[in-house]
């Protein structure tokens, strides 16, 4: 890589350090690491939940996913509007009348304590997880394009997150996503106009080959459920931003950061329409390089994946300076993501396990203690998965697969406290139970039961459907037991 190229990279790094650490003065007390001086403008709550949605993952997966297919991940993104639509009009007002910096505090109203440590315990497995693996996805990417060691990247990428996570708080983390979110949409929006005009016939070029091999098709509309159809697609983006926006502490956080319950709605619609066209974007591009390819503009090296095209791009065939951005583009969606599971995960654990505890002592240092500490080990222990990932990744796959199973039971339980308002505890548990079990069986049957004598017990659904159906169990289970209790009930009285 170029010297103006790395410049341009350290100088992105470096300075998101010190523009975060400078919140430090800022944050005197609980409140203000974990809500901020509720006072953050809307714009940049919005730029924050965009962000937060976004990761490194989407910024090289998409390009490589319409490289390889089509456009059908895209229709994910259709599934927001209706999202976007049941978080302003339902969820923002709910969460901002409980009044708290946690989630999963309105579980634990409706159905005691147990959900709530259930919720916010498979909230923080998740999110260790999503850290490691961002982490060691950045090493991975920055390795192929410098060369750099990926233990290294791994250090220095997670260490850097983490102290302006601790120095800053939620406004270090909110502010520095809305710029890290203006770097990638401009890195993004930069690549398709070199892309445009790289084309040696020029612009219509790249349309005329996309169209002849039907890379915009957004998949088929078939009702088939074991492949990812339109219809598949979009349920499952429904179901899944459904659970983002209403359960998970990513954004229940930023809701509670807005001055006021307008604002919070409106930083909520915007920030998560904002996707729509930015995936747009990141999906013509991997259009954009199939064509560019093809033409015989330059040529891809024998045996290369699709998800390493786009880097590949961006070292070779970028003007200096661009290939710096670009780089600085991909680690800005990481980094989002790491701060702010890092400062959410440690709002949790002081809210959700030491909270009522610290309340009677009255102790704000206790609590900024404990704040600091969680986000330390937070961090430390996200590196570490990131570094056994290098060697040890079928293991963290498993762990990774039966985190999200049970994290997949959050909105089902959810739903129905939200919705089903006279069905109690031992209801819901066994709601939860039922909706487990037949997300573990949906997706660790291909695992398991691959001998021909097994095959028969697998699921034979996609594995986008696991969520929907048992979000859909876990609901209907705990709606008809509850049902069926108090009829009883009722019958004896």
Do not use: C
Request: glycine share 8%; hydrophobic share 50%.
């Amino acid at each position: 890589m170029r010297a103006i190229d790395i410049i341009v990279f350290l100088v992105y790094l470096v300075g998101i350090v010190i523009y975060g650490g400078s919140f430090y003065s800022k944050n005197r007390s609980s409140d203000d690491f974990t809500l901020g001086n509720r006072k953050i403008p809307t714009w940049v709550i919005s730029m924050s939940i965009f962000a937060t949605f976004v990761s490194s993952i989407s910024y090289i997966a998409l390009p490589g996913q319409a490289y390889q297919s089509n456009w059908n991940p895209f229709v994910f993104s259709l599934s927001l509007p209706f999202a976007s639509f049941i978080a302003v009009k339902f969820f923002v007002p709910l969460y901002r009348s409980v009044n708290s910096p946690s989630a999963y505090t309105y579980l634990e109203l409706r159905f005691g304590p147990w959900a709530r440590i259930y919720a916010s315990l498979m909230y923080i497995l998740t999110q260790l997880m999503r850290t490691g693996t961002i982490l060691f996805l950045l090493a991975l990417t920055l390795n192929v394009i410098v060369g750099w060691d990926i233990v290294t990247i791994i250090i220095i990428t997670g260490i850097s997150v983490m102290i302006y996570s601790i120095l800053g708080g939620i406004q270090a983390v909110i502010w520095t996503d809305a710029i890290q979110g203006i770097i990638l949409i401009a890195g993004a929006v930069a690549a398709v106009i070199v892309l445009l005009f790289s084309m040696p016939e020029g612009p219509g070029q790249l349309f005329r080959i996309a169209s002849e091999n039907h890379k915009f098709s957004l998949g088929s509309f078939g009702i088939d459920l074991t492949s990812s159809t339109f219809w598949v697609v979009l349920v499952y983006g429904i179901f899944i931003n459904l659970q983002n926006f209403g359960i998970d502490q990513n954004y229940v956080q930023r809701y509670m950061t807005a001055s006021s319950d307008k604002e919070a709605k409106k930083s909520a619609l915007y920030g998560s329409l904002l996707y729509i066209p930015v995936s747009l974007l990141f999906l013509f591009i991997g259009t954009a390089l199939f064509s560019y390819y093809q033409s015989g503009a330059a040529t891809l090296p024998q045996g290369i994946q699709s998800d390493r095209i786009f880097p590949y791009y961006i070292v070779n065939n970028l003007p200096a300076g661009l290939t710096g951005l670009l780089i600085a583009a991909i680690f800005a969606a990481g980094m989002s993501t790491v701060s702010t599971s890092i400062n959410s995960s440690a709002t949790v654990i002081l809210k959700d396990y030491f909270g009522k505890r610290i309340e009677k002592k009255g102790s704000g240092k206790q609590s900024m203690k404990i704040l600091k500490i969680s986000s330390v080990l937070f961090g430390i222990s996200g590196i570490g998965i990131a570094l056994a990932m290098i060697n040890v990744q079928s293991v963290l796959d498993t762990w990774w697969k039966l985190a999200s199973i049970f994290s997949g039971g959050m909105l089902g339980l959810f739903l129905l406290g939200f919705l089903a308002k006279k069905v109690t505890s031992p209801s819901a548990v066994i709601g939860v139970v039922a909706g487990v079990i037949l997300i573990g069986w949906m997706s660790l049957s291909p695992v398991f039961f691959t001998s021909p004598q097994l095959q028969k017990f697998a699921s034979p659904f996609h594995g986008y459907l696991a969520i929907v159906f048992g979000t859909t169990a876990i609901f209907v289970t705990g709606f008809l037991i509850g049902y069926l209790f108090n009829h009883k009930r009722n019958s004896a009285d």
